[in-house]
């Protein structure tokens, strides 16, 4: 038998950083995951923004989360010798003047000054872009390489004796006292980060997610220069390497499946056909699904039957900025009796 600390189900974001977290903090734990190809986590963009384009507010928490995320992706490219955290700008483009002018309104908003340049630029990128209202940019964005951060992070655990390739069944788990056995392992926590799937979760019944599919395409855009920055407008299109760009993303809430569909290619393609007016030719396209709640926030916290189980999911679109800050807060939890924050507190439901 092996006795850890933890015992982690899911190696999407979530499990891969709450286990960075156990790791550098000196616990040692177990992740399990059966390397599903078709993950959100796998498929996402992995662009974080800071702003709410639709009404040009921060982000819900954006002042404290933004500091936890430099720092959590930090240790994992530390761990993995790898860089997969890119920060960037997001080249917000208006689609007419009410946009364009409701932007120079909260640019006076001092609590918005960080985060949206007030100048207003005309920039078309060598004319790739088709004419428009302006653009302006905002600050403090990034992006992460999801797919390249959880190979690399498997990796990394397996080297260190921490990783099982397997799926996780319910039936498995023994409690034992005040302890938790699954196959080989005793461990004094067991915590679910399944993503959607944790709407079969017996240990966490009724909670109220609302899966999401989405869909990218990757894209050659030979024409297109915009640097590192990411452009906006109705779509993103997230610069990769050689004239190739990440582009999307579509919501569906009534088909959930991993398949990637003509519907969903038709609907990226003419959306970037309203931006661009340069060729571009689609190379690749990709699905999966979120696991997003119906108040839009993480579910954080314990099992009610077992206090030893708990949970982190729920992180939505947003999980490459809310996984760092939950991550701790949950570890945090755990060994320091501190709270997790109400409005992702999993309580609020029960």
Same mark, same amino acid.
């Given at each position: 038998?092996?006795?850890?600390?933890?015992?982690?189900?899911?190696?999407?974001?979530?499990?891969?950083?709450?286990?960075?977290?156990?790791?550098?903090?000196?616990?040692?734990?177990?992740?399990?995951?059966?390397?599903?190809?078709?993950?959100s986590s796998k498929v996402s963009g992995g662009v974080y923004n800071p702003i709410v384009f639709k009404r040009i507010v921060?982000?819900?928490?954006?002042?404290?989360?933004?500091?936890?995320?430099?720092?959590? #992706? !930090?240790?994992?490219?530390?761990?993995?010798?790898?860089?997969?955290?890119?920060?960037?700008?997001?080249?917000?483009?208006?689609?007419?003047?009410?946009?364009?002018?409701?932007?120079?309104?909260?640019?006076?908003?001092?609590?918005?000054?960080? #985060?949206?340049?007030?100048?207003?630029?005309?920039?078309?990128?060598?004319?790739?872009?088709?004419?428009?209202?302006?653009?302006?940019?905002?600050?403090?964005?990034?992006?992460? #390489?999801?797919?390249?951060?959880?190979?690399?992070?498997?990796?990394?655990?397996?080297?260190?004796?921490? #990783?099982? &390739?397997?799926? $996780? *069944?319910?039936?498995?788990?023994?409690?034992?006292?005040?302890?938790?056995?699954?196959?080989?392992?005793?461990?004094?926590?067991?915590?679910?980060?399944?993503?959607? =799937? =944790?709407?079969?979760?017996?240990?966490?019944?009724?909670?109220?997610?609302?899966?999401?599919?989405?869909?990218?395409?990757?894209?050659?855009?030979?024409?297109?220069?915009?640097?590192?920055?990411?452009?906006?407008?109705?779509?993103?299109?997230?610069?990769?390497?050689?004239?190739?760009?990440?582009?999307? =993303?579509?919501?569906?809430?009534?088909?959930? *499946?991993?398949?990637?569909?003509?519907?969903?290619?038709?609907?990226?393609?003419?959306?970037?056909?309203?931006?661009?007016?340069?060729?571009?030719?689609?190379?690749?396209?990709?699905?999966?699904?979120?696991?997003?709640?119906?108040?839009?926030?993480?579910?954080?916290?314990?099992?009610?039957?077992?206090? *030893?189980?708990?949970?982190? &999911?729920?992180?939505?679109?947003?999980?490459?900025?809310?996984?760092?800050?939950?991550?701790?807060?949950?570890?945090?939890?755990?060994?320091? !009796?501190? &709270?997790?924050?109400?409005?992702? *507190?999993?309580?609020? $439901?029960?």
């Open positions: 038998m092996k006795n850890i600390d933890a015992i982690i189900v899911g190696q999407g974001i979530s499990g891969t950083i709450l286990s960075a977290e156990f790791l550098k903090n000196g616990k040692t734990c177990v992740v399990i995951d059966n390397e599903t190809e078709h993950t921060k982000s819900w928490m954006v002042d404290d989360l933004l500091p936890i995320v430099n720092d959590c #992706y !930090k240790y994992i490219e530390d761990c993995c010798q790898q860089k997969f955290h890119i920060k960037r700008r997001i080249i917000k483009v208006f689609v007419n003047d009410e946009e364009k002018e409701l932007w120079l309104r909260k640019t006076n908003d001092s609590s918005l000054e960080a #985060y949206l340049d007030k100048e207003i630029q005309n920039h078309n990128f060598d004319n790739s872009i088709k004419p428009h209202h302006g653009l302006a940019y905002v600050n403090h964005a990034g992006s992460i #390489y999801t797919r390249e951060l959880l190979s690399a992070w498997c990796n990394y655990l397996k080297l260190n004796g921490s #990783y099982e &390739n397997a799926t $996780f *069944n319910y039936n498995d788990i023994e409690f034992t006292g005040q302890q938790i056995k699954w196959k080989d392992y005793v461990a004094n926590y067991l915590i679910f980060c399944e993503g959607y =799937a =944790a709407n079969k979760n017996p240990f966490f019944p009724n909670l109220p997610f609302v899966p999401a599919k989405g869909e990218v395409l990757t894209v050659n855009i030979k024409h297109l220069n915009c640097g590192q920055d990411v452009l906006n407008k109705g779509v993103f299109i997230l610069p990769q390497n050689d004239n190739t760009f990440k582009v999307g =993303a579509t919501y569906v809430w009534d088909k959930i *499946n991993s398949d990637t569909t003509p519907e969903a290619l038709s609907e990226l393609s003419k959306k970037l056909e309203k931006v661009l007016q340069t060729e571009f030719k689609v190379i690749g396209q990709e699905a999966g699904i979120r696991p997003s709640t119906k108040d839009r926030r993480p579910l954080v916290g314990r099992s009610k039957q077992h206090a *030893n189980l708990l949970i982190l &999911n729920g992180m939505g679109t947003k999980a490459v900025l809310l996984a760092p800050y939950f991550s701790k807060q949950l570890f945090e939890h755990i060994y320091f !009796k501190k &709270n997790i924050h109400p409005e992702a *507190n999993i309580n609020r $439901f029960y």
